[in-house]
């Protein structure tokens, strides 16, 4: 361990208080913070809540297409249904439990309009209907669409739930590194359903990309790193069977310390 928590972080540290996790897809939780779920899970009771769990049925964008190749998926309900129970065997194996809340994935989340009815021309060209047509310069951007005003609501009314139930001391969420949109809408739900928060920085986006500057200044945030058990935390990464070889095509997976602000 190589860090100087912060105060509150350090307290819980020294109890056995419930942590949630807020996971914004199924396999982000183990793959920025496995290792300290992994050296906690004996301590205290952990639950890993993955909000976007879910796509919708064709026709898909280019970008959802693209996605499904490089998991080599036919489809993309047998491939979350995969995911799904890949997710929940990876986080019994560590000895916590796991809630999959059914929220749609960014590349599969469509336009409500596009839900009641689909036209023709959305059939033809399935981007006009999806409410981020494109990875690159719509999900990768952070750029929350309005759309998805109603569908945050929701989920903080969810998660506020999750988290009194949980009893949960601490709460966990992604600081948003990489600004995909389903991470910063996880991290704006977490900051508006807990008082105990600690971020943790998203990997591996954090490998190509620094974290939001001045998000960390606005909120006085202080990094701190953990590194027991990383090395063993590679092997865990590695039974997201569906999401290891486009996550990682190389093959490696980068040894790093697992960063939070707090």
């Known amino acids: 361990m190589t860090f100087e928590p912060p105060s509150h972080l350090y307290q819980s540290l020294d109890t056995s208080e419930p942590w949630l996790f807020l996971s914004p897809h199924l396999d982000d939780a183990v793959l920025s ?4 779920i992994s050296s906690e899970a004996s301590k205290r009771n952990i639950v890993v809540l993955t909000i976007f769990t879910e796509c919708s049925p064709t026709p898909h964008t280019r970008a959802a297409r693209s996605f499904l190749r490089q998991c080599s998926a036919q489809d993309a309900g047998s491939l979350f249904e995969a995911r799904r129970k890949e997710d929940a065997a990876v986080l019994a194996g560590l000895g ?3 809630r999959h809340l059914g929220a749609t994935d960014a590349l599969f989340r469509r336009r409500r309009e596009a839900i009641a009815g689909s036209s023709t021309l959305g059939k033809a060209v399935p981007e006009l209907v999806h409410r981020y047509p494109t990875y690159r310069f719509d999900i990768a951007l952070g750029r929350l669409s309005r759309g998805d005003s109603g569908l945050i609501a929701e989920l903080q009314d969810t998660v506020r739930q999750q988290i009194e139930e949980s009893e949960a001391g601490l709460v966990f969420c992604p600081v948003g590194t990489g600004k995909h949109v389903d991470h910063l809408i996880t991290r704006s739900v977490g900051e508006k359903s807990a008082e105990r928060m600690v971020f943790y920085s998203d990997f591996p986006y954090n490998q190509n990309h620094q974290p939001d500057e001045a998000f960390l200044r606005s909120r006085e945030l202080r990094e701190w790193n953990w590194s027991d058990g990383i090395e063993a935390k ?6 997201y069977a569906t999401q290891v070889d486009a996550l990682f095509p190389d093959g490696r997976i980068p040894v790093a310390p697992e960063t939070y602000y707090s």
């Open 96 to 98: 916590v439990k796991s």
């Open 234 to 239: 590679h092997e865990r990464v590695r039974q």
């Open 33 to 36: 913070c496995g290792a300290l």
